[in-house]
């Protein structure tokens, strides 16, 4: 038996009882992270783990997290560690400085092993584009099925069981549809309730910091560590904190829960959908309110091309730094214009290179009224939608995706509703800000999929207790791929 696979109370637990020392936690993570087949390591942090886990603070062993094993996705600052965003142009870069999160989690005693694989630069939903290549789903043995993207690393090594969590960046849908394809409780929470100082910006305007674990309470701890101001964060926010670890105690009999019709139906795989009609049917007996709202269809069809507008626009602006003369790698030319291009030219993969284009066209002056603004007013209408919706329901309830995960030599019809409307809908909560969590529901050969609570601003609590209490009556919770494949 592996402690690594068990639940992070659990873990906790057999410290506590002298069954298990953080030693030798990190050291067989430290070997699986060695030994494992997916791709999703950056780089893993022998050296420095069996540092810290030598020199633990032995006063704060009653913290729930002290002495347990976690990986970073590799877009999160950690001084002197590389850190390259699975970018050519950032190859050897080692920051100078950490992550407010990474520093929070040294804090409570957790022991980073690795930095994971990322799409690059958090662009992309598939887990193919970073510089190491494609990073596999651990439910599929024979890597042909993706992970998703772009926080691929991380829902691999923790559905892997590897490590109990592992924290990612969720700018359109990066952390939720990766856990969806990896029987993973993913949560993204409220803009701004986790600071994102030292998280490498892809649209700041969207993104957000989330994390994966195995089951609903571990996730609850995550956030109840991270969760707070940062006066090192300028948009972090200063709502006062919930006690997210007394999620048991809420009554969710009396919740009303919405389910937007034209998402749903646009979803084609009966599979998905019994097993999602299956979950209403567990909340409705239980005394929920199940309502079906609507949602213009244009707006549904419109959420993925104004998500794409924006993030193309502000990604560009951001990584304009990316220049091989203040970061990236130097070439060697007769003028700094020179320089420039030898860099970008070479430090990009080309899907980054097309949103970057994409992005200028949309910034050029005489483009701006056709494109990026009209793209902001659209993300206005989608967002006051939601938020008319949750006016009178507690939380959204959709399918997190409408499929299991996609061959990697799969094609998608890109014109169609389940394509604009059902793969792509969780970036109407990015464009808002609600916290969304998805939560294993089912499985089709052999891969699971998710269902997606979405909730109003700085409700947490609210998502995460619908959450846990459909894990109670389901048996997907502490699922692990190595395990089930044997």
Known sequence: ?????????????????GLVTPLELVQEAL???????NNAFEYIC?????????NLDLSKKDNLLWGIPYALKDNLSTKDIPTCASSKILEGYVPVYSAEVYQRLQEQGAILIGKTTLDELSMGGSGTTGHLGKTYNPWDPKHKHQI????????????????????????????R????????????????????????????????????TRNCMDSALILSVLAGHDEKDSTSSTVPVDNYLDIEKTDISKMRIAVIDEIFDSVQD?????????????????????????????????IYPTYFVI????????????????????????????????????GFSEPIKRRFVLGSYALLKENQEDLF?????????????INEILKDNDAIYLPTSPTIAPLFDGNKDKLSNEYLIADNYLAFANMGGQPSINIPIGFKDGLPFGGCFTGRIFEEKTILSLALFLEKHMDFANKIAKKENE
């Open 1 to 17: 038996m592996s402690y690594l696979d068990q639940s992070i109370f659990e873990i906790h637990q057999a410290i506590i009882n």
């Open 31 to 37: 070997k699986l992270a060695k030994e494992d087949n």
């Open 46 to 54: 022998e050296k420095e783990a069996i540092e810290q886990v030598k």
């Open 148 to 175: 998703g993207g772009s926080s691929c690393g991380s829902a691999a090594v923790c559905s892997a069981g590897i490590v109990p969590f592992a924290l990612g960046s969720d700018t359109g849908d990066s952390v």
């Open 177 to 212: 549809k990766p856990a969806s394809y990896s029987c993973l409780v993913g949560l993204k929470p409220t803009w701004g309730r986790i600071s994102r100082y030292g998280l490498f910006p892809f649209a700041p305007s969207m993104d957000h910091i989330g994390f994966f």
């Open 270 to 302: 009966k599979t998905i959908k019994d097993a999602f009609i299956k979950t209403l049917n567990i909340l409705s007996d239980l005394g929920l309110e199940i309502n079906h709202v609507h949602m213009d269809d244009k707006l549904c069809r419109a």
């Open 311 to 346: 993030s193309c626009a502000e990604a560009n602006s951001n990584n304009a730094n990316q220049d091989g003369i203040k970061f990236g790698t130097r070439y060697e030319a007769e003028d700094y214009e020179k320089v420039m291009f030898e860099a970008r030219t070479n």
């Open 373 to 385: 603004l009209r793209a902001q007013k659209c993300r206005r209408l989608i967002v006051n939608c």
